[in-house]
């Protein structure tokens, strides 16, 4: 896929959604960190159902910790892993504080040294909480990527480079909330809705149904 082809896909993504966003709920970057981690192999949906709860009695590593593992499990219990997840979120709010002052961290290196956080979470964090132009591939992305073209690549890794190298800079703040949003609602995984997609005269996937 050429330039002006990358380019076009993200200008008309960019037209329909000028400023897209995560779908999970979160009024302060503690809490994102919360639901992103709880979003591992779950959906937005039964992650925003539990925090709705949950952020009411505990919204901050201080609050986390004393809630204790027991007492997080009550809450998360409907989503998937909730037992190494609690565990995790316990273990993450104490280093928060012992390390952080309870404040999330803005660096990738102290974010990855967080349990339960990962590359792709902490490009979550970086991007939407501190407005780095970061790309976190999830299924959404790296599908959306392989085929189309846009950036295609073999594993996770490999798409995220490619993506951070082939996305032109005044894209890369939105990319991958863009490219998640029309994984999940348009480029689905089973039949992708190609006839209304804004960018299916420019994706390179050969089975298109227009």
């Known amino acids: 896929m050429n330039p002006a082809k990358r380019r076009e896909i993200y200008s008309r993504l960019a037209r329909e959604n000028p400023t897209p966003t995560t779908e999970l709920h979160y009024s302060s970057t503690f809490e994102l ?3 992103v ?16 709860e949950l952020f009411k009695v505990a919204n901050t590593a201080e609050a ?5 593992e027991h007492g997080l499990k009550r809450y998360i219990k409907t989503i998937g892993l909730f037992n190494s997840k609690a565990a995790n979120l316990i273990k993450t709010a104490k280093i928060l504080i012992d390390q952080h002052g309870g404040h999330v961290p803005p660096e990738r290196a102290a974010l990855e040294a967080l349990p339960g956080v990962g590359r792709k979470t902490a490009n979550v964090i970086l991007n939407t909480a501190f407005g780095q132009p970061t790309i976190a591939v999830d299924t959404h992305i790296f599908r959306i990527s392989n085929r189309t073209g846009l950036a295609p690549g ?3 890794l490999e ?4 993506l951070d190298k082939f996305t032109p800079d005044e894209f890369k703040r939105h ?3 863009w490219l998640i949003l029309h994984g999940r609602y348009v480029c689905k995984a089973r039949k992708p809705e190609c006839a ?3 960018i299916a005269d420019l994706c390179e996937y050969r089975n298109k149904e227009l």
């Open 64 to 68: 986390l910790l004393a809630l204790g």
């Open 154 to 156: 073999k594993n996770v």
């Open 37 to 52: 981690i709880l979003s591992a192999q779950a959906t937005d949906t039964s992650v925003n159902k539990a925090t709705r």
């Open 33 to 35: 960190l919360v639901a």
């Open 196 to 198: 209304r997609c804004v």
């Open 175 to 177: 990319a991958h909330h």
């Open 159 to 162: 798409v995220e480079k490619r």
